[in-house]
T-cell receptor, first 110, second 114 residues
Framework: EDQVTQSPEALRLQEGESSSLNCSYT??????LFWYRQDPGKGPEFLFT???AGEEKEKERLKATLTKKESFLHITAPKPEDSATYLC???????????FGTGTRLKVLA | GAVVSQHPSRVICKSGTSVKIECRSL??????MFWYRQFPKKSLMLMAT?????????EQGVEKDKFLINHASLTLSTLTVTSAHPEDSSFYIC??????????FGPGTRLTVL
C-alpha cells in the first residue's frame, strides 16, 4: 500500500536555527513528490515538485531534496513568518491522485 | 500562480440541513477536480475525484449520497453535504487539476454543524 510519513510531527526552532523536515514514502511508480505550506484556516500553498532521486530545488530559505526513499525540506536561518504546517505529497501510478503525509507543524520563535 | 476560490469560506448550519460549497478556478479550465476534507491537525484526505460532465469517483468510505459532487463546467464544481451532522464538521478543500506537475488548492471552507 502506498504510504507517506512525515517527521517530526511538530518542530520548534529559534529564529536562525536551521533544520530539516523529513518525508518518507513507499509507493509504486513515483511520478512526483510535492511540498506544500499550509497556514491555519487556509488551503495548502504549492512550494516544490521533485521528480527523480538526486533532484534539488530551492526557494528563498527553503531547499527540497529527493532520494529513492525520502525527501527533505531544509530550512536555513528560519524566520517567524516561516511558521506553518509543511505537507508532503506523492503522486504515483497512473492516476492523478495525490497521497498526503500528516504534515510537520513548524513554529519559529523570535 | 493559478487562482482558485471557494464559497463560502465559513458556514455554520443546524444538523439535518444541507450545505453547498462552490469551487471556482478563476484563470484556467480544470477537467478534473479533487475534493478533500481535513480534520484539525490532520492531513488532507481525498474524498472524491470529479471530471467535468461525468459522475464523480468516491474514495472508499465516503458516502456518495451524502456528499454530492457536481462538476458541470470547466471552471465550477460544487460539493453538497446533505443532511449534515456534527461529525461532518470539517475543513473542505477543493483542488482543480490542469497540470500533472502542480496542484493548486482552494482556500477551504470551514463547515460547523451544530
Amino acid at each position: 500500500e502506498d504510504q507517506v510519513t512525515q517527521s517530526p510531527e511538530a518542530l520548534r526552532l529559534q529564529e536562525g536555527e536551521s533544520s530539516s523536515l523529513n518525508c518518507s514514502y513507499t509507493v509504486s511508480g513515483l511520478r512526483g513528490l510535492f511540498w506544500y505550506r499550509q497556514d491555519p484556516g487556509k488551503g495548502p500553498e504549492f512550494l516544490f515538485t521533485l521528480y527523480s532521486a538526486g533532484e534539488e530545488k530551492e526557494k528563498e530559505r527553503l531547499k527540497a531534496t529527493l532520494t529513492k526513499k525520502e525527501s527533505f525540506l531544509h530550512i536555513t536561518a528560519p524566520k517567524p513568518e516561516d511558521s506553518a504546517t509543511y505537507l508532503c505529497a506523492v503522486q504515483a501510478g497512473r492516476t492523478y491522485k495525490y497521497i498526503f503525509g500528516t504534515g510537520t507543524r513548524l513554529k519559529v520563535l523570535a | 500562480g493559478a487562482v482558485v476560490s471557494q464559497h463560502p469560506s465559513r458556514v455554520i448550519c443546524k444538523s439535518g440541513t444541507s450545505v453547498k460549497i462552490e469551487c471556482r478556478s478563476l484563470d484556467f479550465q480544470a477537467t478534473t477536480m479533487f475534493w478533500y476534507r481535513q480534520f484539525p491537525k490532520k492531513s488532507l484526505m481525498l474524498m472524491a475525484t470529479s471530471n467535468e460532465g461525468s459522475k464523480a469517483t468516491y474514495e472508499q468510505g465516503v458516502e456518495k449520497d451524502k456528499f454530492l459532487i457536481n462538476h458541470a463546467s470547466l471552471t465550477l464544481s460544487t460539493l453538497t453535504v446533505t443532511s449534515a451532522h456534527p461529525e461532518d464538521s470539517s475543513f473542505y478543500i477543493c483542488s482543480p487539476i490542469f497540470s500533472t506537475d502542480t496542484q493548486y488548492f482552494g482556500p477551504g471552507t470551514r463547515l460547523t454543524v451544530l
